[in-house]
């Protein structure tokens, strides 16, 4: 037996079984964290949705005062025109007022058309913003609930969370970067993020194939590192405490 790769393979046990208790504590969590994630990323969306909503309502009745100005300048000065072509000399004067006055008319006709389409556009903007804005209110106040629930949960197991990253990290330190690459290599490419897994009853404590005896063998001696051959995990033996053998030879 091979001490420090012994030493090695205990602490990667340690590690995983400080990951499985992580893994434990976040599925406790289940699916509120996405749930407030979800939750603010639509209020931000809508935020925006209901700001550019109003600006464009702020653009769409300025357009109305504007155009609503516009007729009542017309308007005055078709007035104008008509008193002065009651004072014309000639027809050619005449007929220049007058088109003047159709030109104008036309004019306040067109305003009065784009009010009318202006003020439906008003209208259907009102309604949605109103939408959107309750539609914020109520999703601001889910917020606020699902925030208090996950902030309570996540107080439950601060302690316990941050002793088990602590863990870790010491873990970490024993392990040396390489082996804990691999580990973390293995531990995201398997279905139950277990990379390192015991011998059970001669099979992979991961994928349950046997064995084939001679890598079996390794695995107890402990001289290196075995990996099952099937599926990749990292091979021990619990079998026999590592933990006794350390203290033997
Ligand atoms: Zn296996």
């Known amino acids: 037996m091979d001490k420090n790769i ?21 599925k406790l969590r289940g699916t509120l964290p ?9 209020i931000e969306t809508l935020s925006t949705t209901i700001q550019s909503r109003a600006s464009l ?29 009651m004072e014309v000399r000639n027809n050619r004067e005449y007929d220049a007022i007058t088109k003047e006055l159709e030109l104008h008319k036309l004019d306040i006709q067109l305003a009065e058309k784009f009010l009318h389409t202006a003020y439906r556009n008003i209208e ?10 309750k539609l914020l ?13 996950l902030q309570l949960i996540l107080k439950a197991s601060e302690k316990e969370e941050s002793a088990l990253h602590e863990k870790r990290k010491t873990v970490i330190a024993v392990l040396g970067e ?7 290599r293995i531990k995201n490419n398997v279905p139950n993020n277990l990379a390192v897994v015991p011998i059970k009853k001669g099979a992979c ?3 349950c194939i046997v064995i084939p005896p001679q890598q079996k063998i390794g695995v ?30």
């Open 205 to 207: 404590g991961g994928c």
């Open 220 to 249: 107890y001696e402990r001289n290196k590192i075995v990996l099952c051959e099937h599926c990749g995990r990292m091979l021990i033996a619990l079998e026999q405490p590592i933990d006794k053998l350390l203290f033997v030879s």
């Open 34 to 42: 996405e749930e407030v994630y979800v939750l603010e990323r639509d």
């Open 6 to 26: 012994a030493i090695k393979l205990t602490k990667l046990y340690e590690l995983q079984e400080t990951d499985t208790h992580i893994n434990d504590i976040l």
């Open 178 to 184: 390489p082996l804990y690459l691999a580990y973390e």
């Open 57 to 85: 309502l702020t653009t769409l009745r300025e357009e109305v005062a504007n155009k609503k100005a516009f007729i009542k300048q017309t308007e005055k000065k078709l007035q104008q025109y008509e008193s002065q072509q």
């Open 137 to 149: 209110e109520s999703k601001k106040a889910d917020l606020v609930l699902k925030k208090e629930e």
């Open 124 to 133: 259907q903007e009102e309604a949605d913003l109103e939408a959107s804005s």
